[in-house]
Every structure is written in structure tokens, then in C-alpha cells.
């Protein structure tokens, strides 16, 4: 069953990237989309639901990034790490990737922002510390602690008021 579960979520995912290839984006390229294109590059310092961020890189990089931004992947991520259920080497895969991504973006920014980014990845930490640790990161179900999210989510949200621009 978790074997299935696993193989679902690996092909859901080859067929999400396999939708967003190069090809596609300049294929549906008119005169129309260009202009859309030109005043969507004039927003492009808005960042998840519209918000407006700050020039600064750490917002940028957390609130702007493209694809899905990391403020929308780390509250994905902290319901996921929050929730306590066992996870799949996919799902771990994906709270490694992020917390890697928060830790760079970290290192980078300067001061509050980047006290805030840190506690924004502790719970990201704490797992991948956890399972390695544990050495279970190669298992089909990996076992996570309880770990508690409700400082990182607090952080998040002082970030997003740091940055509103």
C-alpha cells in the first residue's frame, strides 16, 4: 500500500514537471501574452497572494522566488512536519530540499531577516537532524519526532510583515 502511495506521488510529480517544460511557454508566445508578460515582470516584486516585498534579497528570495515560493513551500512543509505522521522518502526528500534552501537564504540575509529565517527552518532541522541521526532516511516509512511548528509559523508571519513593502 505505502509502496503504491509512493510510486502515485513520483508519477503525480514526472507528470506536473513534464506540463511545465520551455517547450510549452514560448509555443503559446502572441503579441497579447508578451505585453501580459512585460506588466507581469513590472509586478514581479509581488509575492504570494499578491503581496507587495520589499527590494531586499531575503524577501525576495522567500516571498518572490520563482516557481512556488518558499513561504508557500515551508507552510506546505510545516503541516506536513507538524502533523507527526510517518513519512515516505519523497515527502522527506522534500522537507531536506526545503530546509537547505531556507538555511542558504539564511546565510545571506543580514540580520533580523536572517534570525527570522532560521526560526522559520528549526522544525525542518530538527527532523532531518532527527532522521539522520536515527538513520532511517533511506527506509520506505520514515518515523519523524514530534516537533513543534507554532514558533516557526510565528516567525514567518514577522517576516512577511518585515518585508511588506
Known amino acids: 500500500m505505502r509502496r503504491a502511495l509512493t510510486m502515485a506521488t513520483v508519477?503525480?510529480?514526472?507528470?506536473?514537471?513534464?506540463?511545465?517544460?520551455?517547450?510549452?511557454?514560448?509555443?503559446?508566445?502572441?503579441?497579447?501574452?508578451?505585453?501580459?508578460e512585460s506588466a507581469g515582470d513590472d509586478a514581479a516584486s509581488s509575492g504570494e497572494e499578491g503581496m507587495a516585498v520589499s527590494d531586499d534579497p531575503a524577501c525576495q528570495g522567500f516571498f518572490a522566488s520563482q516557481g512556488t515560493p518558499l513561504a508557500e513551500r515551508a507552510a506546505t512543509q510545516r503541516d506536513v512536519v507538524g502533523s507527526g505522521d510517518d513519512l515516505d522518502p519523497v515527502a522527506f526528500s522534500e522537507v531536506t530540499l526545503l530546509s537547505g534552501r531556507l538555511m542558504t537564504l539564511a546565510e545571506e540575509a543580514g540580520g533580523d531577516h536572517a534570525a527570522l529565517l532560521e526560526r522559520i527552518n528549526a522544525p525542518f532541522e530538527e527532523v532531518n537532524d532527527a532522521v539522520v541521526e536515527a538513520g532511517t532516511r533511506t527506509e520506505d516509512v520514515i518515523e519523524i519526532p514530534e516537533v513543534d511548528v507554532s514558533d516557526s509559523e510565528a516567525a514567518q508571519t514577522e517576516l512577511e510583515e518585515a518585508c511588506a513593502a
Do not use: F, H, K, W
Open 11 to 36: 508519477m503525480s510529480l514526472a507528470v506536473l514537471t513534464g506540463a511545465c517544460s520551455a517547450e510549452d511557454e514560448d509555443a503559446g508566445t502572441t503579441p497579447e501574452s508578451s505585453q501580459e
